[in-house]
């Protein structure tokens, strides 16, 4: 999704700007621009459809310098992927603006400006902002009164950087529904839609709420709110992240993300601490008036919302409803009394989620956040706090974020159980979770034989996933991946649903992903499984080793090792998304930025 650097400094700030950039290419985006205010005040440019890195070639042939700057790659929303959609947009060679988020009433601003005698260079949303601070500059003191004004005109969601060449000594920033961060310099300031992308620069940040607009300089800020009264915001200081974002020696990030697992599950779970305190010093209170649980996440961290309701009412025997944060965010839920709402995101500024959040909230709903990033949107909007350890993850599929997402899941299972009573089964808790990571490493050192399962994927256009009970979000999950990496359509179903309906599709090109751990339901699934090959369906049965599945003809089998029911849905994930990896390397795809995609979804 659209990322932002911007830049005041003494120094020359360009190669800060593609350095930010760079270390927002995980969001996933489709061009990329930069504009600086070079000494003799004027407006320079370079915008590259593509990556980071024809930007870099573009300002390796013609340098543009300058010590005020903003820079964006842009994921398109308005307007195809092309270099006149390309941020920054201008206006009057004066002014310049990167925007992240969707202007709703942009057709209309766009019309009035064009009844004024604007034209516009491209198709996007954006394009509002700049020609609207051209018009409303005259009559204003300065580039940040404009910004105030503008931002009054504008419905939908927004961070923006504005420069100016009239005022060359700093730049305005604005908040509203999209993520942006202040870095503090020593004597420069800058802005991000994150704190990677400042963190070569400082380690000092001032998250903006929405409704913030600010006025960066050399060595000062000022911000103020919506009302346009100055407001201050607390300077947070970050330790240097635990993991390093650099491959190494490993092919992909996401390939080094599934190998960390082991490690960043023991970071995330002790499992000595199964306590509510761990989700902050209010929980266990809260745990104990808990009646109800809605989840609401996204993509990946939805599946793993699925994975909690059967833990959670299974193990903490509380009513658990789960639903896709796009949707709830619409419509009017019955929320009753003693409710927490968690919501999952590994970012935590999915948009949708965010929305979701404070649109359930009310006086008296508590609000718990499993999030992979401190300090983050969701984290901010939520009363409780448990932060998963998964450390940067760059491939935009998820892996280690997803399971650390799960351990933490199991963590909370187990606190609900004390609050509410049930702890008979905690000792199971503590020893599933204990034995964890060497499960973990256990299904990676099974690598060679599912690289080789892999082979048979290749060639084929869709796939199903077929699990029961808790594995099925499992296989739900292993079909996401499996299609947003190598762009196979696969979809997953509860095993027994298969004859309802998705039986139609199975013959000899449609291979069929069963999970299949030694639990109560592995009879049912293999009948199941076994009315796939009346139909010619070729399987793959990811089975425990004590399961009785056989390899034969149409039917491959990956003996998985015995792991604990608990972490079963973990271990089985972690086969699936080294299946759906080496299945991708082998169709030659872009792993880690699958086309059409974002890491961070900070819009709707
Ligand atoms: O950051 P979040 O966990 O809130 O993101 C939610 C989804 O966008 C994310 O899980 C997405 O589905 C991943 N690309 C899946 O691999």
Redesign the pocket.
């Known amino acids: 999704m659209c990322g932002i650097v911007a830049g005041v400094a003494k120094r020359e700030v360009s190669e800060i700007l593609l350095e930010g950039l760079r270390r927002l290419e995980y969001r996933g985006y489709d061009s990329a621009g930069m504009a600086l205010i070079d000494n003799d005040r004027n407006l320079q440019l370079h915008k590259a459809l593509g990556k980071v890195a024809e930007l870099e070639a573009a300002q390796a042939q013609q340098p543009i310098i300058g010590c005020v700057g903003i820079a964006h790659t842009r994921w398109a929303t308005h307007g195809e992927p092309s270099t006149a959609n390309a941020h920054p947009h201008t206006a009057s060679d004066r002014y310049a603006v990167v925007h992240n988020g969707i202007i709703e009433n942009h057709t209309v601003l766009r019309e009035d400006l064009e009844r004024g005698g604007v034209s516009f260079l491209s198709q996007t949303d954006t394009e509002v902002i700049v020609h609207l601070i051209d018009q409303l500059r005259p009559s204003h003191t300065d580039l940040l009164s404009t910004v105030q004004s503008v931002v009054n005109k504008l419905d939908g969601a927004y961070a923006l950087a504005v420069i100016d060449r009239e005022e060359p000594q700093s730049l305005v920033v604005a908040r509203q529904g999209s993520p942006l961060v202040l870095g503090v310099g020593i004597g420069e300031m800058f802005a991000g839609s994150d704190t990677l992308a400042l963190r070569s620069v400082t380690d000092r940040f001032v998250y903006l709420e929405d409704g913030d607009i600010g006025c960066l300089s050399v060595g000062d800020y000022a911000l103020y709110d919506r009302a346009g009264e100055p407001i201050s915001r607390q300077v947070v200081h970050l330790e240097p992240p635990k993991t390093e974002d650099v491959l190494a020696d490993y092919a992909h990030y996401m390939l080094k993300e599934i190998h960390e697992q082991p490690q960043r599950l023991m970071d995330t779970v002790q499992a000595e601490n199964l306590t509510a305190e761990q989700f902050g010093p209010e929980a266990a209170e809260i745990f104990l008036k808990t009646r109800a649980i809605q989840i609401i996440?996204?993509?990946?961290?939805?599946h793993a919302g699925l994975v909690a309701k059967y833990w959670i009412e299974e193990f903490a025997q509380i009513p658990c409803s789960v639903e896709v944060a796009s949707e709830i965010r619409y419509r009017i839920p019955v929320i009753v009394d003693g409710t927490l709402i968690i919501s999952?995101?590994?970012?935590?500024?999915?948009a949708d989620?965010l929305a979701a959040i404070n649109h359930l909230g009310s006086a008296g709903i508590a609000r718990l956040a499993i999030c992979n990033v401190d300090h983050s949107a969701?984290v901010r909007a939520s009363e409780l706090v448990y932060l998963t350890q998964a450390g940067p993850e760059i491939g935009?599929?998820?892996t280690k974020?997803?399971t650390t997402q799960l351990a933490a899941l199991l963590v909370l299972t187990a606190a609900l159980m004390q609050t509410n009573n049930q702890q008979s089964r905690l000792k199971e808790f503590e020893e599933a979770i204990a034995n964890l990571p060497l499960a973990v490493e256990a299904v990676i050192d099974l690598e060679p034989k599912i690289k080789q399962l892999a082979n048979h994927f290749v060639t084929k256009h869709h796939a199903l996933f077929l699990g029961r009970g808790v594995f099925y979000p499992i296989s739900m999950e292993g079909a996401?991946?499996l299609k947003?990496i190598s762009y196979i359509h696969a979809e997953a179903y509860p095993a027994g649903e298969l004859k309802h309906g998705p039986l139609a599709l199975v013959d000899e090109d449609m291979p069929v992903v069963a999970v299949a751990p030694n639990n109560g339901l592995l009879e049912k699934l293999r009948s199941n499984l076994e009315e796939v090959r009346a139909r010619g369906g070729e399987l793959f049965v990811f089975a425990d080793e004590e399961s009785g599945f056989e390899t034969g003809p149409g039917v491959h089998v990956l003996a998985m090792p015995h792991s604990h029911i608990l972490t079963a849905p973990i271990t089985y994930t972690v086969a699936l998304q080294l299946l759906s990896y080496y299945v991708a390397v082998a169709r030659g795809t872009d792993v880690d930025k699958p086309r059409n995609?974002a890491?961070?979804?900070t819009v709707e």
């Open positions: 996440a996204c993509g990946t961290s939805y999952i995101s590994q970012s935590g500024e999915t989620t969701i935009v599929a998820s974020a997803f996401l991946k947003e995609l890491k961070s979804v």
